[in-house]
């Protein structure tokens, strides 16, 4: 018994005619009599009442087809099954909450796993998290806060802080690090990003803004040239740090400040964790 012979039964079975049943799956009618006929004689009994011009299931046939449905069902299950498997190994989604990981990291995985095709994209909250993996919307996300659902599982990902981007010739270039509710009197620059550490830490920049004038810029070329003036500072993160370049003309300093530090974490379901672990296993540190 084979699976094309219950496709053609269960043609058959549909159209109540064997001319039109072959039309429809594009194949000779004499190919789909004969495949019929073979499965009947396989089972030791006959499945239609046959008339010149239409059939109709007996008994047998309508139990058959029962059984007929059910194997392709699960024929078709397998192959959905194994066509996932495919992609999963050939290609994962990854979701992160900032630009900061995303950048930093996707290169690194994407050379460490050089067999598989690493997609990545940016959602805007962290309201959704467990959606966003219980509805395979991403394979995996980098986030701040951890998801809280007992089929989805959580590692520490990397850790993040704001840092100073401090000129060379600057008064505080020699510090080992600096706490800004102490200092006065700073140029302060800062270049406008989004993301959920942005957000974080966003009462804090409202502050320095407050207290130092402090200017934010979102056109980038404008905030680099602005990097040549030997009194600026900005601000830069741990993981930006990767590959943003402020120019050797420039240390970079800690700052003592709470609430300046974040851990993305690596969340994935417990059941893609095959497919997903070996990103984290394999990752260039």
């Given at each position: 018994?084979?699976?094309?012979?219950?496709?053609?039964?269960?043609?058959?079975?549909?159209?109540?005619?064997?001319?039109?049943?072959?039309?429809?799956?594009?194949?000779?009618?004499?190919?789909?009599?004969?495949?019929?006929?073979?499965?009947?004689?396989?089972?030791?009994?006959?499945?239609?009442?046959?008339?010149?011009?239409?059939?109709?299931?007996?008994?047998?046939?309508?139990?058959a087809l029962t059984?007929?449905?059910?194997?392709?069902?699960?024929?078709?299950?397998?192959?959905?099954?194994?066509?996932?498997?495919?992609?999963?190994?050939?290609?994962?989604?990854?979701?992160?909450?900032?630009?900061?990981?995303?950048?930093?990291?996707?290169?690194?995985?994407?050379?460490?796993?050089?067999?598989?095709?690493?997609?990545?994209?940016?959602?805007?909250?962290?309201?959704?998290?467990?959606?966003?993996?219980?509805?395979?919307?991403?394979?995996?996300?980098?986030s701040l806060r951890?998801?809280?659902?007992?089929?989805?599982?959580?590692?520490?990902?990397?850790?993040?802080?704001?840092?100073?981007?401090?000129?060379?010739?600057?008064?505080?270039?020699?510090?080992?690090?600096?706490?800004?509710?102490?200092?006065?009197?700073?140029?302060?620059?800062?270049?406008?990003?989004?993301?959920?550490?942005?957000?974080?830490?966003?009462?804090?920049?409202?502050?320095?803004?407050?207290?130092?004038?402090?200017?934010?810029?979102?056109?980038?070329?404008?905030?680099?040239?602005?990097?040549?003036?030997?009194?600026?500072?900005?601000?830069?993160?741990?993981?930006?740090?990767?590959?943003?370049?402020?120019g050797d003309d420039?240390?970079?300093?800690?700052?003592?400040?709470?609430?300046?530090?974040?851990?993305?974490?690596?969340?994935?379901?417990?059941?893609?964790?095959?497919?997903?672990?070996?990103?984290?296993?394999?990752?260039?540190?």
């Amino acid at each position: 018994m084979e699976l094309t012979q219950l496709r053609y039964f269960r043609a058959a079975a549909e159209a109540n005619n064997f001319s039109e049943a072959a039309e429809k799956i594009h194949i000779s009618q004499p190919a789909l009599s004969l495949a019929v006929k073979k499965l009947e004689e396989e089972l030791g009994i006959p499945l239609f009442e046959r008339s010149k011009n239409k059939i109709n299931l007996n008994d047998a046939g309508r139990l058959a087809l029962t059984y007929a449905e059910a194997v392709l069902t699960k024929a078709d299950e397998m192959k959905s099954t194994f066509r996932q498997f495919v992609r999963r190994n050939d290609m994962l989604s990854l979701g992160f909450c900032d630009p900061g990981p995303m950048r930093f990291s996707v290169p690194r995985l994407q050379k460490a796993n050089p067999d598989i095709s690493i997609t990545s994209g940016l959602f805007d909250s962290e309201e959704n998290l467990e959606f966003l993996l219980l509805a395979h919307k991403y394979d995996a996300i980098v986030s701040l806060r951890r998801p809280e659902h007992e089929a989805i599982e959580t590692v520490p990902f990397a850790r993040e802080e704001l840092l100073l981007s401090v000129p060379v010739g600057h008064p505080l270039a020699s510090r080992k690090s600096v706490c800004l509710h102490h200092e006065r009197n700073l140029k302060l620059i800062n270049y406008s990003g989004d993301g959920a550490f942005v957000r974080q830490i966003k009462p804090f920049t409202e502050w320095l803004a407050g207290k130092f004038g402090m200017k934010t810029y979102d056109d980038y070329f404008v905030f680099r040239q602005l990097l040549n003036d030997n009194e600026l500072i900005c601000f830069t993160t741990k993981l930006v740090c990767n590959y943003r370049n402020d120019g050797d003309d420039r240390v970079i300093i800690p700052l003592e400040d709470e609430g300046l530090k974040a851990v993305y974490f690596f969340s994935y379901l417990k059941s893609n964790r095959k497919y997903v672990s070996p990103l984290l296993e394999r990752m260039e540190r």
